[in-house]
């Protein structure tokens, strides 16, 4: 199975700060396809996962132009710019090339 | 609005089966395939499996494919996963989703004696 290593794990952050969250993967994401399935989710207290990002650094709808995508084969990265009050929860990344698709452990973004 | 409404969980004892379901609207739940992803109360996530819109092909995750079996059921737009032989390990809360893109609320199963 594909290992998708998150850093940091917890992540401390002021309003306006701008934060990045790292995701490495055990093997290359690059899909025979061309594509690139790494998406990225924030889960929010008491809530359900939410997509953000999808194939590397493709904004969902709806999601604000504050965060960002980026990466190749087998290191990405998510980065906010300008943590705001919203934002605060647990990012995962995942991968969806590879089955069985995997999670990342997780990234808590708190309030400093 | 797409909505994605899970049922079925509990308290089960270890061995027991149990099925749980996924009342989809808000689309052609027809045309998509669907997925099962469960995060355990440690909040690890793990992807269970999904199933082709048609309902012809499934993917398992190769720890739970002795175990659970996922169907649907496209006249009721209703994705079913029927657990068998539970273990405590498989406490968690169960979510349905198609493309990781809409999810629903979660059912949560505990399995305790």
């Known amino acids: 199975d594909v290992v998708l290593t998150q850093t940091p794990p917890t992540l401390s952050a002021t309003i306006g700060q701008s934060v990045s969250i790292s995701c490495r993967s055990s093997?290359?994401?690059?899909?025979?396809?061309?594509?690139?399935?790494l998406n990225w989710l924030l889960q929010r207290p008491g809530q359900s996962p939410q997509l953000l990002i999808y194939?590397?650094?493709n904004l969902e709808s709806g999601v604000p132009n504050r965060f960002s995508g980026s990466g190749s084969e087998t290191d990405f990265t998510l980065k906010i710019s300008g943590v705001e009050a919203e934002d605060l929860g647990v990012y995962y990344c995942m991968q969806a090339t590879h089955a069985p698709y995997t999670f990342g452990a997780g990234t808590k973004l708190e309030l400093k | 609005e797409v909505q994605l409404v899970e049922s079925g969980g509990g308290l089960v004892q270890p061995g027991a089966s149990l099925k749980l379901s996924c009342v989809a609207s808000g689309f052609t739940f027809s045309d998509y395939w669907m997925s099962w992803v469960r995060q355990t109360p440690g909040k690890t996530m793990e992807w269970i499996g999904d199933?082709?819109?048609?309902?012809?092909?499934?993917n398992y995750a190769p720890s739970l494919k002795n175990r659970f079996t996922i169907s649907r059921d496209n006249a009721k737009s209703t994705l079913y996963l029927q657990m068998s032989n539970v273990r405590s390990e498989d406490t968690a809360t169960y979510y349905c989703?198609?493309?990781?893109?809409?999810w629903g609320q979660g059912v949560m199963v505990t399995v305790s004696s």
């Open positions: 194939s590397v650094s």
């Open positions: 093997q290359s994401l690059l899909d025979s396809d061309g594509d690139t399935y």
């Open positions: 199933i082709k819109y048609d309902g012809s092909y499934t």
């Open positions: 989703t198609y493309y990781f893109d809409y």
